[in-house]
Structures are given as structure tokens and as C-alpha cells.
């Protein structure tokens, strides 16, 4: 009933930047939180950044100060600007957004397929 579909992952040397695009689609009555999620090989899935729909950000100590997470909500998209990248952000970003589907006024967490953003040092 509802998709998000991630886009601009990539192979980026350290220190340059990637932009992540997650548009949400389908029965969409409203959507509340958003945000994206990362999970590197062997590692437990991790919250990098979050936004509500009032926009109060959150995110996660490691990426502070160089990524930020933006929302349009007219577009019901959400955005992750990755600053000054390292190594140690390679991973599979996962969008991830809690929404009201429209007939239901249920709130269903789901996620995107998820887009590899690797980091060369």
C-alpha cells in the first residue's frame, strides 16, 4: 500500500559528500516521523538520523555536524546530506517512515529497499 523508494547512493572517495533522496508513495493519508537508518556488514542495524513532522531533527553522535536530515512534506520525501564522509560511513542506508495509511488511520512502519553508500579511503 505504501513504497519508499531511496535514490543516490554511491562510491565516493572520503571527505566529499552524497545526497539521499527517500520519496514515500501510495495510500498515504499522513506521514509522521521519517528517517534513515544505516547497517554495515556484521553490524546491527543503527538510526543515523530522524525527523518528526514538525521537523525536530535527532541524530546519531557519530555523523553530528556533518549530515543533515531534511524533509518536504508536500513532495512526502525525505533527505540525507552526508558531508565530509568517511570510511566508516560505508554502509546500506534504509529509509524508514511511520505512516498513517489514508482508509485506516493505522500508523505502519515501513521501510525502503535500502542504497549502498560506500566510502573509499
Known amino acids: 500500500q505504501v513504497q519508499l523508494v531511496e535514490s543516490g547512493g554511491g562510491l565516493v572517495p572520503a571527505g566529499r559528500s552524497l545526497r539521499l533522496s527517500c520519496a514515500a508513495s501510495?495510500?498515504?493519508?499522513?506521514?509522521?516521523?521519517m528517517g534513515w537508518y544505516r547497517q554495515a556488514p556484521g553490524k546491527q542495524r543503527e538510526l543515523v538520523a530522524g525527523?518528526?513532522?514538525?521537523?525536530?531533527?535527532n541524530y546519531a553522535d557519530s555523523v553530528k555536524g556533518r549530515f543533515t536530515i531534511s524533509r518536504d512534506s508536500a513532495k512526502n520525501t525525505v533527505y540525507l546530506q552526508m558531508n565530509s564522509l568517511k570510511p566508516e560511513d560505508s554502509a546500506v542506508y534504509y529509509c524508514?517512515?511511520?505512516?498513517?495509511?489514508?482508509?485506516?488511520?493505522?500508523?505502519?512502519?515501513?521501510w525502503g529497499q535500502g542504497t549502498q553508500v560506500t566510502v573509499s579511503s
Open positions: 525527523i518528526t513532522e514538525g521537523g525536530s531533527t
Open positions: 524508514n517512515a511511520v505512516v498513517v495509511v489514508r482508509g485506516t488511520y493505522r500508523e505502519y512502519n515501513t
Open positions: 501510495g495510500s498515504i493519508f499522513s506521514i509522521n516521523a
